[in-house]
């Protein structure tokens, strides 16, 4: 067998496994989305009626707002944790492949335990958080239980998770020659010029990798927002509202409407920051 | 250098050292927090959870929370049932995504370039958009509250995991590959035999990826699995509060903490195949 095909039957899998979950579903969206569709009974053509209705929805701006509002605030926060902690770890101080690992933990733990465990540690009274916080003379709020306090609580869990890139960012540090910082040192530059005008400039490729993944996974966000909840309508984000449309209420052709408006929102702000990549993001090639 | 500069130097040092030490401390305090705080309330009956001042530790080693958890949720049985999920999953996701990314690393086809861009695309595209139509298909096709939905789509093969093992195979050298070409190996022998072998470490890295991806996975399991006999740990989990009606924080950490476990010894016992990973691609994590 010529070579060239052999090399198709190898990647055929993906190809077949592309167009049963990716091209048939995405064209089977595009219908549905057109439909008053609710699993049981038949599909009625309704045009573009889902989406009329989802922009006259209140429901539907509130989770938008929520959602875009812990992206706008937890993205920032959790790129500059990460890298805050990155350079902190990044030596050879005794004991530091412990502190590494300690710092890294959480981002491998998620899902519903983690989830619960911080609807616990939040808890006005008994909760732990409030308690650290008596110690100091402080009244902690109710968090999760005051409108005003639901965002809050879920980015204080997301700058707990937020040293996932750790070693992502460790392994771009050690990547940096050290040259560059010898050279900066016999030129006078302090630690923080050699940040500013070496370590950061370095390190936007994976800042950029960082902002990219973290808009996507920020609009996503479900899981603990499906266990935590939070007072009013606070805290149903994005995918909670899609969910509960689709799966409690049966509304097929919304929820794939809603599916669709969610899609064109992320592809749009990635390629906004796709834009700005020429004018902050370092190439070799410049 | 005179020796004044030089001493200041060292002062510096060491006040920097002490000043990141404290961090370190202060961070893995927080850290270690939420976990410390969960075991804690599982062994504290509840007159110890609900009291305050908090009390940190538990004054006896108190078991009540774990038999009750059991009683509430049947958890080993959900735990196997995410472990049947996965270990019929990762095998099959492992070794066809190895072999999309040797055809992809190895060989030159008409569109190859045009299919890696697409791979590229599926990896950031909507599975919020997939997730209805994917869903009335399985259940058109009479698979509703099964574990196919969440298996067979592995069988052919996952994005990030070709884009990762395409680069690994791109740093293997070719040699050995090309003197069994010579030898009249077919490519299929070839990398079964000679490819997957040398691919172990990487094959590790996305095996554990994919389990931990089954594992804290909550909204696939709960779009497809209605029966609570077929319940994943996740889908136990979620539910408990609803079992129990006001939330028992005693046994749900102590749920909790079960749950967790199996993923704690992971990142203790095999830290090394994530790190790996990460440090190779510069990708997940």
């Keep these: ?286 | 250098m005179n020796g004044y500069m030089s001493k200041e130097k060292d002062k510096g040092q060491t006040v920097r050292k002490t000043l990141l030490y404290l961090f370190y401390l202060v961070g893995s305090f927080l850290m270690l927090l939420p976990f410390f705080w969960m075991i804690s309330t599982a062994f504290k009956p509840d007159s110890e959870i609900f009291t305050l001042p908090i009390k940190w530790f538990p004054s006896s080693f108190y078991l009540q929370n774990f038999k009750r958890a059991f009683q509430v949720i049947p958890i080993f049985r959900y735990m196997l049932n995410t472990v049947y999920i996965a270990v019929l999953k990762i095998g099959g996701e492992v070794f066809v995504s190895a072999l999309v990314a040797y055809g992809f690393a190895r060989f030159d086809f008409k569109g190859k370039n045009l299919f890696f861009l697409i791979l590229l695309a599926t990896m950031m595209l909507p599975y919020e958009v997939t997730m209805i139509p994917t869903f009335m298909m399985w259940s058109y096709l009479g698979f509703s509250d099964s574990y196919v939905p969440l298996i067979l789509p592995a069988y052919f093969g996952a994005a990030s995991f070709i884009f990762f093992l395409r680069m690994y195979f791109s740093t293997l050298p070719v040699e050995m590959e090309e003197s069994m070409v010579v030898d009249g190996a077919s490519y299929f022998q070839i990398f079964y035999k000679l490819v997957l072998p040398l691919t172990k470490p990487a094959l590790l890295t996305i095996g554990l990826w994919a389990f931990l991806g089954t594992w804290n996975d909550l909204l696939g399991q709960l779009i497809y699995i209605n029966d609570p006999a077929k319940y994943t740990i996740q889908l136990g989990l979620a539910s408990f509060s609803n079992m129990t009606g006001e939330t028992l924080w005693g046994p749900l950490m102590a749920a909790s903490f079960l749950a967790l476990l199996p993923v704690l010894f992971l990142l203790l016992f095999a830290q090394k195949y994530f790190v790996e990973g990460i440090k190779m691609t510069g990708i997940k994590g």
């Design chain 1, 1 to 286: 067998m010529k070579k060239s095909r052999v090399g198709f039957l190898f990647i055929l899998p993906w190809v077949l496994g592309f167009v049963i979950f990716t091209v048939f579903p995405i064209i089977a969206a595009l219908y549905i989305a057109m439909t008053d569709w609710s699993i049981i009974g038949r599909a009625s053509f309704v045009g573009l009626q889902n989406f009329r209705d989802i922009f006259a929805d209140p429901a539907f701006y509130k989770a938008l707002t929520v959602t875009g509002r812990y992206a706008i605030l937890a993205i920032p926060l959790t790129i500059i944790t990460a890298l805050l902690v990155a350079l902190s770890v990044n030596n050879d101080y005794k004991g530091i492949g412990i502190f590494r690992t300690v710092f890294y933990m959480p981002s491998i733990v998620s899902g519903v335990a983690v989830a619960v465990v911080f609807k616990w540690i939040l808890d006005p009274t008994y909760g732990v958080l409030n308690s650290i916080l008596r110690l100091f003379g402080v009244q902690g709020p109710d968090w999760l239980y005051d409108p005003a306090w639901v965002l809050p609580s879920y980015l204080i869990m997301a700058v707990w998770g937020a040293s996932g890139g750790l070693y992502t960012y460790l392994a771009a540090l050690k990547d940096i020659p050290k040259e560059l910082y010898e050279v900066a040192t016999i030129d006078g530059a302090g630690w923080a010029q050699k940040i500013r005008y070496i370590t950061l400039p370095l390190l936007t490729p994976i800042l950029f990798y960082n902002l990219v993944m973290g808009l996507i996974s920020a609009f996503r966000k479900f899981t603990d927002a499906y266990i935590l909840g939070g007072a009013g309508e606070e805290g149903v984000f994005y995918m909670v509202y899609l969910y509960r449309q689709a799966f409690s209420f049966y509304k097929m052709g919304y929820a794939t409407a809603l599916a669709w408006i969610l899609f064109v929102i992320i592809l749009v702000l990635t390629l906004i920051v796709n834009y700005t990549k020429k004018y902050w993001v370092y190439s070799e090639r410049k």
